[in-house]
C-alpha cells in the first residue's frame, strides 16, 4: 500500500515563526502536492513537484515555499507565519507519466491543522 | 482553466437508501479523467472511483456509481445501500489528459447518513 506520512497531525504556532511541514512518501512517486483544504473551499493547490528539486507554483503559493531534496520527501514552508494561513494542509503524492498508464490516482495523507496564533 | 462545481454542500442519506452526488466540470479539452474523493472524519482522503472521459461506460465500484454525461459535462456520483460509515467529505476532481498532473477540486460535498 502507497503511505503518505505527514510529520505533525496538529501544530500550533505564533505569527512570524517560520513554519516547516513535512511529507514522507514510500512508493517511489514522482510527483508531490501541497493542498490547503478550508470549510467551503476544497483544495487548493499551493506547490507541487514532479521531481528532486523541481517545483511548480499551484494556485495560491504565495506566503509559502517548498523544497524537495529527495524523491520522498516534500516539504511545505511558511517563511512567516499569518493568522490567514490557518488551515487543513494536506500532501499528496502520484506516479510520473500516470497519464498514460492510467494509473493516476492521487494518494494523500492524514493532514496537518496548523493554527496560527 | 478547468472549474469542478458541486452544487450541494450538504446532503443526508438514511441508511440502506440511495443518494446522488451532483458534480459539474467546464473544460474545452475532449480527453481527462474523472475522481470522486471520500473523506471521512479526521481520517485521510481516499479514492472512491475513476472514470476516463474517452470510456462511455459508466465506472462502478460495488455499491459506488458514476453517471457520467460527457455532453453535459456532468459526473454524479450514486451510493446505493448507504452505510453509516459512508459518512464524509465527497470531492469531485478534474485532471486533463495531457501535460499536468495537477487535479482540479470542487469544493465538496459533506454527507451525513441516519441511521
Known amino acids: 500500500d502507497v503511505k503518505v506520512t505527514q510529520s505533525s497531525r496538529y501544530l500550533v504556532k505564533r505569527t512570524g515563526e517560520k513554519v516547516f511541514l513535512e511529507c514522507v512518501q514510500d512508493m517511489d512517486h514522482e510527483n508531490m502536492f501541497w493542498y490547503r483544504q478550508d470549510p467551503g473551499l476544497g483544495l487548493r493547490l499551493i506547490y507541487f513537484?514532479?521531481?528532486?528539486?523541481?517545483?511548480e507554483k499551484g494556485d495560491i503559493p504565495e506566503g509559502y515555499s517548498v523544497s524537495r531534496e529527495k524523491k520522498e520527501r516534500f516539504s511545505l514552508i511558511l517563511e512567516s507565519a499569518s493568522t490567514n494561513q490557518t488551515s487543513m494542509y494536506l500532501c499528496?503524492?502520484?506516479?510520473?507519466?500516470?497519464?498514460?498508464?492510467?494509473?493516476?490516482?492521487?494518494?494523500f495523507g492524514p493532514g496537518t491543522r496548523l493554527t496560527v496564533l | 482553466a478547468q472549474t469542478v462545481t458541486q452544487s450541494q454542500p450538504e446532503m443526508s442519506v438514511q441508511e440502506a437508501e440511495t443518494v446522488t452526488l451532483s458534480c459539474t466540470y467546464d473544460t474545452s479539452e475532449s480527453d481527462y479523467y474523472l475522481f470522486w474523493y471520500k473523506q471521512p472524519p479526521s481520517r485521510q482522503m481516499i479514492l472512491v472511483i475513476r472514470q476516463e472521459a474517452y470510456k462511455q461506460q459508466n465506472a462502478t465500484e460495488n455499491r459506488f456509481s458514476v453517471n457520467f454525461q460527457k455532453a453535459a459535462k456532468s459526473f454524479s456520483l450514486k451510493i446505493s445501500d448507504s452505510q453509516l460509515g459512508d459518512a464524509a467529505m465527497y470531492f469531485c476532481?478534474?485532471?486533463?489528459?495531457?501535460?499536468?498532473?495537477?487535479?482540479?477540486f470542487g469544493k465538496g460535498t459533506k454527507l451525513t447518513v441516519n441511521p
Open positions: 499528496a503524492s502520484s506516479p510520473l507519466g500516470s497519464t498514460y498508464r492510467g494509473d493516476n490516482e492521487q494518494f
Open positions: 476532481a478534474f485532471k486533463s489528459q495531457g501535460g499536468s498532473e495537477k487535479l482540479v
Open positions: 513537484s514532479y521531481d528532486v528539486k523541481m517545483k
